[in-house]
């Protein structure tokens, strides 16, 4: 028995994750530059809903410049009162829900110094490099005695206290639930030349703006977070150890590797369920009354999701993934993305046919891939994260829950995930409003949502349609392998682009693919082919002189008898936006004909003389072109159909005898 | 009068009287038919020659929807706020039908048209009237209402961490608003019904005579619309699958779907109608019970032998076959209106 524990004991040894420390290595071999590590301690106070905290920033510098000042992100300054930029702009709401009354946040930084050196709190100054809005304080600047020089590291000391807001938008509090997110001083990013669109070594650290989310450098994170002891806390990362305290406090303390950002969760009511994925853990913390009806939603869709990435784009590399359900009235921190943590909407006894959990579970989770891994700009190119995480989202909620009805299937209505996503653009009140690379907080009368979510995951899918789903697959799985860890822009993006499409389709969209992305990316200009016009006109056949076989030849035709048929069919271009197209056209004796069209011109006509006339036919009848804003006109039929009509007529004529018999109460 | 004997009056109320079934249907149906060809015609128009919507046919397809209101959603809106106009027209052609209905649930199978429309004709006026107060009043109570329900409903959920709270909060306010709202529809189904069987001129009177009445027979009148509403709901689950199993996809399936509408239309008037029967069966078998308690209450006490009345003194008037005076003029019914004199005429 004794041989057999100790021999139990070595096994375990072997295979126990590698410490350090008193802490799990998570990643033996870093995944990132790690260059911006905390080590944090932080005290909840239920009560007063503050945080007291202590934090060690390590920053080391991967530029070649000497840096002399450093500058850092204080998000929850946003919520301190209506002078801020974030609820200038956000008018005190966010995606529908609105900040309470009383309910500010904001967060102080009490001392910041260089570890066993100069106190720096003096330094510190507000800055608004976005605007001129001199009462936002969501970002400081601290000038430095000494520069930090290539490749050298510099520690800082930094104790703070904040206030959370009442949860409106991502992070706060409500009753006795915390999101705590956005919540720490936060290092922005140095860009220095050369680094996407920089060409002289600078901060990118942009205020809290309405529309904007995040940007930052990955690292590691140490953080022991004091709760009260009923609490259930769900963070970033791997929980290392959780110690009780004398005062009825517990910490847990929670390490994370390669991330870029840390946030967390508390609450007495969570329930934990846990459940695994390959090497993945996947804890969901729920609220105990949708346990029961939506516990198994959130697992089945991360799991589905889990695996979709893995065969699609790449490996999910954490060992966690840990999914907040936030209660009744902080619904305002559902739907958002930290590394290895997400938080997701749902509702008690939620009818499956509304799939808002696997929708919101989908989107978050391949946040993890694109924002996670992939650590683009989202201040400044907002569509590469949440675009391209849109454009997955559709594919995977399709391919997972139904191509018509992977959105809602319910009472006999339903639509798909990419279907709402592109009437979602196509529906807006002006779609040529912005361009899709824009600032996010450019979007100034509105359309942030519709243009970097819906109209990227249009034209991506359209993208995929033109080159075909394998080349597609090779460009999304090589953008993740070439920028994972790292910080692309859009040119990365289209870089990837105009490699694998020559490669793979050769010539056939041209040298390159800058025509497709200077005009849905960086134009503003829409796509609507239409069907224009079919024209059927009897003709007799060929008569008088032709030259067969180097000899003149006369047909005798029937000018009298016009048996055959002439018909023309005419396509329009009547957006600006040119794309290379296919025509449909059938003839009544059952043949077909597809004709293919640059695109370039307003119109083109297309004449047949044949037996039978046209009759219908359909541009673009692969639906290749989803980035068309009007589908109703790509078609026209001699014989449209009436079933239809007469359907909507009836059911329209039912309700309206239903309204009057409902409203004739009296 | 019992709950089961109202409902069953209803019913046999509404067998009865078919012209009154035709009519409320036919009203719906001209009212409906005539927006709905309207929204034929616009939609035939707005999409034209497309082979687009040949997907509607099968199924509902959310890219030809959402494409068709984004060019032509205002055209729908046009249309569809006409409905707003039609609930007007049909409510003030209920109230003249009113009348109507009564007649002929007053006399089952034997109003002829020309008696039917009289009726229709001479309670106009009074319904009308009564049709605004009773609007006004329902209006009232629903503001009220739902300003004490906003009140307590918040209260309840101010401090709420789950929605199971707010549910059943929002069933329990949603209750009772229907419930109170309920009533004061009631205050004037039963005052039209006083109206036409006490030939009330005064719709004030027939209000306040209703209000008492509902008040003092709550729980019955409740009851009987209580089980109307339950008919309804079944008949809405009963169309529901119906139209699943039938399914609209073809030509024919949307012709048969169409039909079993209207046989749910059909069946829905004939609900209200029953309903309106069971109250005028109802409010007619409590009153006359009422006449008749308080006849034999009279009876009693005539019959109570008194110590202040010598025994050779003649016996009551009931005893000898008659009731008293007072008594007569108690259960003398009331006569109807339509074979009344008019008022004004001589």
């Known amino acids: 028995m004794r041989t057999i524990c100790s021999f139990s004991l070595v096994i375990a040894a072997l295979f126990a994750p590698p410490r350090a420390n008193g802490r799990q290595i998570i990643f033996p071999k870093p995944l990132s530059p790690r260059n911006a590590n905390y080590t944090i301690s932080v005290v909840l106070d239920a009560q007063k809903k503050t945080l007291t905290g202590k934090e060690t920033l390590i920053w080391r510098n991967i530029s070649r410049d000497r840096i002399r000042e450093l500058r850092f992100h204080l998000y929850l300054n946003a919520f301190k009162n209506t002078r801020s930029t974030f609820l200038v702009e956000s008018g005190g709401q966010l995606r529908g829900v609105g900040m309470e009354a009383g309910g500010w946040g904001w967060i102080d930084v009490q001392r910041m110094r260089v570890a066993n050196g100069e106190d720096l709190t003096s330094r510190i100054e507000f800055i608004h490099p976005d605007d001129d809005n001199t009462q936002d304080q969501t970002v400081i600047r601290v000038p430095l005695r000494e520069p930090v020089l290539p490749n050298h590291t510099i520690a800082l000391d930094i104790d703070f206290t904040a206030r959370l807001p ?115 853990k996947i804890r969901l913390l729920i609220q105990p009354d949708r346990l029961a009806s939506q516990g198994p939603r959130y697992l089945q869709s991360v799991k589905a999701t889990l695996q979709y ?22 619904g305002g921190s559902g739907g958002m993305e930290y590394p290895t943590l997400i938080t997701g909407l749902s509702l008690w006894n939620l009818p499956s046919g509304i799939r808002l959990v696997e929708e919101v579970t989908v989107h978050e989770f391949g946040h993890q891939y694109w924002y996670g891994m992939v650590g683009s700009n989202e201040f400044e ?62 979007y100034k009368e509105g359309g942030y ?35 994972k860890f790292r910080h692309p822009c859009a ?105 293919h069209w640059d695109g370039q011109d307003r119109s083109k ?35 449209p159909p009436s079933a239809p009509v007469w359907k909507y007529t009836a059911k329209f004529l039912f309700w309206v005898e239903n309204a009057i018999q409902l409203g004739n109460i009296f | 009068m019992t709950i089961r004997s109202a409902l069953s009056g209803g019913f046999r109320l509404v067998r009865s009287s078919p012209r009154a079934l035709w009519l409320t249907y036919g009203m719906t149906l001209v009212l409906s038919a005539v927006l709905a060809l309207g929204f034929r015609s616009m939609v035939s128009n707005a999409v034209g020659e497309t082979l687009a919507t040949e997907k509607l046919t099968a199924n509902f397809d ?49 109003t002829s048209t020309g008696a039917f429309f009289e009726a229709c004709g001479s309670y106009l006026w009074r319904y009308l009237r009564l049709l605004l107060l009773g609007a006004v009043v329902a209006a009232v109570v629903a503001v009220g209402t739902f300003m004490v329900l906003s009140l307590f409903y918040s209260n309840w959920t101010q ?71 339950l008919v309804t709901v079944a008949m809405i689950l009963v169309y529901f699958s119906l139209e699943s199993a039938v399914g609209m996809t073809s030509a024919g399936g949307i012709l048969v779907v169409f039909l079993v509408q209207q046989v749910f239309v059909i069946s829905r008037a004939g609900v209200r109608l029953a309903a309106m029967g069971s109250e005028f069966a109802y409010f007619g078998g409590v009153e006359s019970e009422k006449r008749e308690r308080s006849v034999s209450a009279m009876i009693q006490a005539s019959l109570q032998p008194r110590a202040d009345i010598e025994s050779s003194q003649p016996l009551p008037a009931a005893v000898e076959g008659r009731p008293p005076k007072s008594a007569r003029r108690a259960i003398r019914k009331p006569v109807p209106t339509s074979r009344r004199r008019p008022r004004g005429r001589s």
Request: aromatic share 14%; net charge negative.
């Open chain 1, 381 to 442: 190119e907002a569509w590469l994260d949440e675009g391209i995480n849109q454009y997955s989202e559709t594919r995977i909620m399709d391919d997972t829950y139904g191509k018509k009805s992977s959105s809602y299937d319910i009472l006999g209505y339903r639509a798909s995930d990419f279907e709402t996503a592109r009437a979602d653009y196509a529906g807006m009140s002006n779609p040529k409003l912005y361009p899709t690379q824009l600032n996010a907080w450019d």
């Open chain 2, 159 to 229: 401090d709420a961490v789950s929605e199971v709270v707010a549910v059943k909060a929002l069933a329990t306010v949603a209750g009772v608003f229907l419930v109170v709202f309920g009533i004061a529809i009631l205050f004037h189904d039963y005052a039209r019904v006083s109206v036409f069987r006490s030939d009330e001129r005064s719709v004030l009177n027939a209000y306040g005579r209703s209000i008492l009445f509902v008040l003092s027979n709550l729980h019955k009148v409740l009851a009987i619309e209580i089980v109307y509403f």
């Open chain 1, 491 to 595: 040119k990365d993006f289209i870089a990837v682009v105009n490699e694998i499409v020559p490669k793979r389709l050769g010539t056939k969209f041209g040298p390159n693919m800058n025509w497709f992305f200077n005009q849905v990316l960086y134009g503003t200009d829409v796509c609507d082919y239409e069907l224009t016009k079919i024209s059927v006109e009897r003709t007799s056949s060929l008569a008088g002189t032709v030259d067969r076989n180097g000899k003149k030849v006369e047909e005798r035709g029937g000018l009298d008898e016009k048996k055959m048929h002439e018909s023309r069919v005419l396509v329009s271009r009547l957006g600006e936006v040119k794309m290379p197209v296919d025509v449909l056209v059938h003839f009544a004796d059952g043949k077909e004909k597809r004709e």
């Open chain 1, 605 to 639: 006509e297309f004449r047949y003389i044949a037996d039978s006339g046209v009759e219908w036919a359909v541009v673009d009848p692969d639906e290749v072109l989803a980035i068309d804003v009007n589908t109703l006109n790509n078609s026209k039929s001699e014989d």
């Open chain 1, 166 to 280: 009442h949860v409106f938008a991502r992070t706060g509090y409500d009753h006795d639930y915390f999101m705590v997110g956005q919540w720490f001083p936060k290092i922005g990013v140095y860009e220095p030349a050369g680094m996407r669109y920089s060409t002289s070594g600078q901060w990118n650290c942009h205020q809290f703006h309405a529309n904007t989310e995040f940007y930052a450098d990955y690292g590691t994170y140490d953080v022991r977070i004091t709760v009260p002891q009923t609490f259930v806390v769900g963070a970033v990362g791997v929980l290392q150890s959780s110690t009780k305290n004398a005062d009825s406090t517990r910490t847990d303390y929670y390490r994370a590797e390669d991330v870029h950002d840390f946030s967390w969760a508390a609450s007495p009511l969570f329930k934990v369920v846990e459940d695994q994925w390959r090497n993945v």
């Open chain 2, 62 to 110: 959310y890219t030809v929807y959402s494409d068709f209101m984004n060019k032509f959603g205002e055209r729908y809106h046009v249309v569809s706020s006409e409905v707003l106009w039609m609930i007007f027209i049909s409510m003030l052609l209920s109230t003249f039908l009113a009348g109507g209905i009564f007649e002929s649930y007053r006399h089952p199978r034997q």
């Open chain 1, 449 to 483: 949502g519709g243009f970097t979510y819906m109209k990227t995951a249009t034209f991506l899918t359209t993208l995929e349609r033109m080159i075909g789903r394998p080349v597609m697959d090779e460009i999304m799985r090589t953008y993740f392998e070439r920028w």
């Open chain 1, 309 to 330: 990435f893995h065969d699609w784009v790449g490996e999910y590399p954490y060992p966690t993934i840990t999914i907040i359900d936030p209660q009744w009235g902080a």
